[in-house]
T-cell receptor, first 115, second 114 residues
Framework: AQSVTQLDSQVPVFEEAPVELRCNYSSSVSVYLFWYVQYPNQGLQLLLKYLSGSTLVKGINGFEAEFNKSQTSFHLRKPSVHISDTAEYFC?????????????FGKGTLLTVNP | DSGVTQTPKHLITATGQRVTLRCSPR?????VYWYQQSLDQGLQFLIQ???????AKGNILERFSAQQFPDLHSELNLSSLELGDSALYFC?????????????FGEGSWLTVV
């Protein structure tokens, strides 16, 4: 079975600083990887996803993530954060196909951007 | 706005009661997923339906059941409610089966059991 570990439950940073949110996964088969963001009192919104091809994936709001198969990681990065990036970020993995598809989420990382 | 609509947004009920949460997927999406989000368990996959048929089951309790109707909306029924069932319940929808499919989440239904 697949699993996702988000190594930091909370990440505080100052505005305009770079940030990296770490995600490691475990799976015995090929995976697809996702990052979702949840703003306060809202549902989850897709930031980016990795299916195949280039290991560097660019998403919305200036975020990007790099798939590293050897380290089984999919860390999310942004070179300069804004106050509005304050939210909870979830890494997720899916395997399989057809009728047995589901997303498995990590516990989430709360990113707090301070002025 | 993801296009996934969930009702009610908030619900307070007593232990032992039964509630029904409703979800309308995005136009054209055949798949509906239910997730439970709580502080201690995080986001837990409950169940998936595709075009009316159950396709995948996760950590769904026997007291919980779901169905997807011919018009593709879905309902999650929670019965014999316990305090520990208090959580945010998300519905999500997607257009395809398959592991790379993006699923779109509604804003959730907050359930408080008192």
């Amino acid at each position: 079975a697949q699993s996702v570990t988000q190594l930091d439950s909370q990440v505080p940073v100052f505005e305009e600083a770079p940030v990296e949110l770490r995600c490691n996964y475990s799976s015995s088969v090929s995976v697809y990887l996702f990052w979702y963001v949840q703003y306060p009192n809202q549902g989850l919104q897709l930031l980016l996803k990795y299916l195949s091809g280039s290991t560097l994936v660019k998403g919305i709001n200036g975020f990007e993530a790099e798939f590293n198969k050897s380290q089984t990681s999919f860390h999310l990065r942004k070179p300069s954060v804004h106050i509005s990036d304050t939210a909870e970020y979830f890494c997720a993995v899916s395997v399989g196909g057809g009728s047995n598809y589901k997303l498995t989420f990590g516990k989430g990382t709360l990113l707090t951007v301070n002025p | 706005d993801s296009g996934v609509t969930q009702t009610p947004k908030h619900l307070i009920t007593a232990t032992g009661q039964r509630v029904t949460l409703r979800c309308s997927p995005r136009s054209g999406d055949l798949s509906v997923y239910w997730y439970q989000q709580s502080l201690d368990q995080g986001l837990q996959f409950l169940i998936q339906y595709y075009n009316g048929e159950e396709r995948a089951k996760g950590n769904i309790l026997e007291r919980f059941s779901a169905q997807q109707f011919p018009d593709l909306h879905s309902e999650l029924n929670l019965s014999s409610l316990e305090l520990g069932d208090s959580a945010l319940y998300f519905c999500a929808s997607g257009s395809l089966l398959g592991a790379g499919n993006t699923i779109y989440f509604g804003e959730g239904s907050w359930l408080t059991v008192v």
